[in-house]
């Protein structure tokens, strides 16, 4: 089996012809040192500690698994040495912000670590992923009390964060949970209840788990408004900031999953944990959404990085693999990539992977513009754009992401059923990322529901104005072939966004949801794929392998990708009625 | 979690009021005792013993696995007493030739009977099913003894089939398979060799196991050429039929798969096992295509079920599942049935379902007319749209099926990654259905490489007036608004079937292929849904349940559905060059 080679050379491309990254962070006050070479230096690094360290045991986690025994959780061989050797080289804290000892990188870089994370070991991404979530909601909403006692163990990485949102019968609504947290008289509070599916919800690697733990107050009201976040830790801290008493918390059982098997997904029980008020009462949701939204791009990159990991095997594998005569005559054996159907399934996966890794730095440099731009007026048109692709990147790279693991695992016909190959395992893996943190309906009910609504619906007119742009400043470097079916796309997804706007109402919209956001991540790439092609169009001869074949991969991606559009935007005009006409008892 | 409901009302609809089958078997002679009513007494006991003996072993059957111990398989705990009821019952021999004891029963009882199965029971329906194929090759090509000596007891289920063609390097093209029989001098050979993924290769039931072996003569020339057919049962048959040594062959392993866990997928060895030709010498892949033909039918029949089962869970967790106010408005929480999401993942697959389920209805009538009918124009036209219809069968269930798997677990949410609920079990049992008889993309090729030019492209044109007959006649009936989609979706097909025979060659056509299969399926399905849509019209106030729905599913398929068909129309506008461009080392 190949080795998973970590995609620098296009991180490069990426950055420094397509994005104007130096110019981007010399914007930015505090990141006039940040630039390409930089960026590519630390993901070299990074990209090899995720092949070298974290690659060779993906197949191995998945075999053992963990096990809970009298309590206590064991992660499969090799990983909790592994996540000690990553938060001692810094990885953990790349992004993390330096009042609580991080490096204050740029997003950019993050979610470029990320996707390698994802490429190499899902499961073991998901420990500094939800950490990292957990920073984020307590570093927004926090007490300065718990941000100093926290904060910085976790932004190293010291200790890890798991989120505790769903009960058995409150999942995607949340307004239905009944964990209860009652005050203890000194400023905490005394947290009941169980929660499922918790990632990371313990580990075995020292220190300590920090629960973010969604519960209601005794006076609470009924429904969302009821909820409050608490900060609850495994083991309690002493004042000094030594580690102390266990809390009252435990791992009721783990989930036997259908994939990441290397992580440990626990139903947890809280019998009166010691947790503390994280932000108002009340307004726990709130709180959470700060920690979800950075969760659902994370997510998102995770379906780009299985989509990467399970491309790259396919090549390797059709270029080896020789079966049958050539399409051309060439006499066989050949190898498979030469074969049509192969190929489009090959090069359906890589058209998808790099125009989602263009728009994910797109979308992270829109991060870091929304919180370091001197000007007020971009940093929140960026935030707005963030809050527009975050349903986006979540559920449609998650989507692609998972019909690239199985188209790759076509690839190997028998042998991409057989465990032994690890193609099987990226299907299973990547199935989980379009259901968890808000499944992929919810995505888009987010997208149709609220975000197309945003700033009275400017906000999406502004980001088509953009596109728009783009697209029409690309017309004479790469020519018509390439624009015209970018626009038209746009075009429909306009038409389809205004038809959404004046035929209105929550069924229509619901009606919509999916399809529409399949819609806009068309156009998104299609998108990407003339600036990718028009950049590597300006090296000219100078451009490297990384670029050279861009301007291929764009017109296949307009050719047999983009014209789903055309399908997506006729099911679209045909609206609800069809959808509602059944009985639920008619089914 | 819901027990699962053989669809045998539906049944009823489609062979009474869709296909005039009382008039069809009236037709065949020797069918015309055969009607509607007994094809649903039958297949009433036959789904009942699918949802109670059979579905009860299908997740236990998952989680333990089959185990190879000192060369012996062991299935998982029920399942050999399963099976062992299963022969007692009768029901190996359904659709059997009653010359060697079978049953005689048509091909549309068999297939529904395989459709139960594969709801109820992938890994189980595969052992019947695999007997069955073996059957049909032996019936058509082996000698009068053999088939005297082995036909019987396969029939009857006491003996099983396995055919073992696979070896590591030779998958799709097993031209390159080297596996030996050296003629014993008694008329037997000695057949050496190793074969990988032979499902049912052994099993601990009792009886024998029949394998059906591609080998090589000494003086056998290179290529498919090359290829020989030959019998090698597991236990040496005496000469008065009692079963004698064993056979020098033996299980080397046992695959390690994503799914069918309860299937034991083996490493066959053949150690100079004794074997006996079957047809003629260098003929052995067209004897073997006999079996395959029909292993690709009860293949694509295995996507169908399990799109079946999982679309019956999907839809009673919904109706009970609450979470979320009404898109109507209704206050929550109400059941998630009501999101028009959620509906529109239930509706797709019971779209696809039904419309499958009439599509192999009609292509078993087709097969029985092809064998039965007293006129040998229409045999020979009968069994032409067979050979048509096959790869459309085997791909497009096998892919819907699986896409109905995933969007069925999708609608359990968390709970759907979660094997207690056995939501997952569908989508990993589903995967193997697109891979193995032959991959999707090679039935695709098969589709556009050979059956496009069947009887110099007649074939396709009498399959297009007759859907365009149908879709006529139903005008009336049905409106505009069910027609003119399905009829423009069939212009479509004509149109990119033309292009392909105009534009020719076999890159064209593979890279056509599985874009075409899909187009060709969806039209299918779309004349399936005008059918059944007129059938139910035509019954007025009379309509049953099952039959009262149709009218809103067929809506539902050509306005949210059949668009799909417009992308894929125009990718297929764009042809090969976008797939051909780039070098293989630059992916």
Chains 1, 2 share one sequence.
Request: proline share 5%; hydrophobic share 45%.
């Amino acid at each position: 089996m190949a080795a998973y080679v970590p995609p620098v050379d296009d991180v490069a491309f990426l950055l420094g012809r397509v994005f104007g990254f130096d110019q981007a962070m010399a914007d930015l006050p505090g990141y006039e040192e940040v630039n390409t070479d930089l960026a590519v230096s630390v993901l070299e690094e990074g990209g090899k500690f995720c092949a070298g360290v974290l690659e060779p045991l993906n197949r191995t986690g998945d075999e053992e698994g963990c096990t809970l025994t009298d309590g206590r959780v064991t992660t499969p061989k090799g990983v909790a040495e592994a996540y000690r050797a990553f938060v001692e080289a810094g990885w953990c804290s790349l992004s993390g912000d330096p009042e609580y000892g991080g490096q204050g990188l740029p997003r950019v870089l993050q979610i470029l670590l990320d996707e390698m994370l994802s490429s190499a070991n899902l499961s073991f991404g998901l420990f500094p992923g939800l950490t990292r979530g957990a920073v984020e909601a307590l570093g927004h909403h926090a007490s300065a009390e718990l941000k100093a006692t926290y904060l910085p163990k976790m932004i190293s990485g010291e200790w890890t964060g798991a989120m505790a949102l769903t009960e058995a019968s409150a999942g995607t609504d949340l307004g239905l949970l009944t964990a209860r947290a009652v005050p203890n008289g000194d400023g905490s509070f005394a947290i009941t209840g169980t929660k499922i599916f918790i990632s990371s919800g313990d580990q075995d690697f020292g220190g300590n788990v920090v629960h973010l733990v969604l519960a209601r107050l005794p006076d609470a009201p009924k429904g969302v408004k009821g909820i409050s976040l608490f900060l609850a830790p495994k083991i309690l801290v002493e004042a000094d900031g030594t580690l102390g008493a266990r809390n009252r918390m435990s791992v009721g059982a783990l989930e036997h999953k259908m994939g990441i098997h290397a992580q440990p997904t626990c139903v947890m029980n809280y019998d009166g944990a010691t947790g503390w008020l994280v932000g108002e009462p009340g307004r726990g949701l709130n709180a959470m959404f700060t920690m979800m939204n950075a969760e659902r791009l994370f997510v998102g990159i995770q379906g780009l990085g299985i989509a990467e990991a399970a491309n790259q095997k396919a090549v390797a594998y059709a270029r080896e693999r020789l079966q049958g005569h050539g399409a051309d005559g060439t006499a066989g054996p050949v190898p498979i990539i030469s074969h049509p159907d192969v190929r489009k399934m090959l090069l359906k996966g890589r058209a998808f992977a790099e125009a989602a890794r263009a728009l994910a730095v797109w979308t992270a440099l829109q991060m870091d513009i929304a919180v370091h731009h001197p000007d007020a007026d971009t940093r929140r048109e960026a935030d707005a754009l963030v809050a527009l692709m975050t349903p986006v990147v979540k559920a449609a790279f998650t989507d692609f992401g998972f019909e690239t693991a199985v188209a790759s695992q076509q690839v190997f016909g028998g042998h991409g059923y057989i465990r032994e190959w690890g193609m099987e395992q990226y299907v299973r893996d990547a199935r989980i990322a379009q259901i968890y943190e808000g499944t992929n309906g919810v995505q888009a009910m987010d997208l149709v529901g609220r975000k197309l609504g945003l700033d009275g619906g400017k906000v999406p007119a502004r980001f088509f104005a953009l596109v728009k742009a783009d697209l029409d400043a690309a017309l004479p470097i790469v020519g018509a072939d390439l624009v015209t079916p970018a626009a038209d796309a746009l075009a429909r997804l306009e038409g389809a966004t205004a038809r959404l706007s004046t035929q209105g109402g929550a069924i229509e919209a619901g009606a919509a949801a999916t399809d529409y956001l399949r819609l806009f991540a068309l156009v998104s790439f299609g998108w990407m794929w003339v600036r990718m092609a028009a950049a590597a169009a300006d090296m000219g001869e100078a451009a490297p392998p990384a670029a050279a074949r861009k301007t291929a991969l764009a017109r296949f991606f307009m050719a047999r990708m983009l014209p789903e559009t055309l399908g997506l935007d006729a099911a679209l005009g045909h609206g609800a009625s069809s959808l509602m006409a059944l009985p639920a008892d008619a089914f």
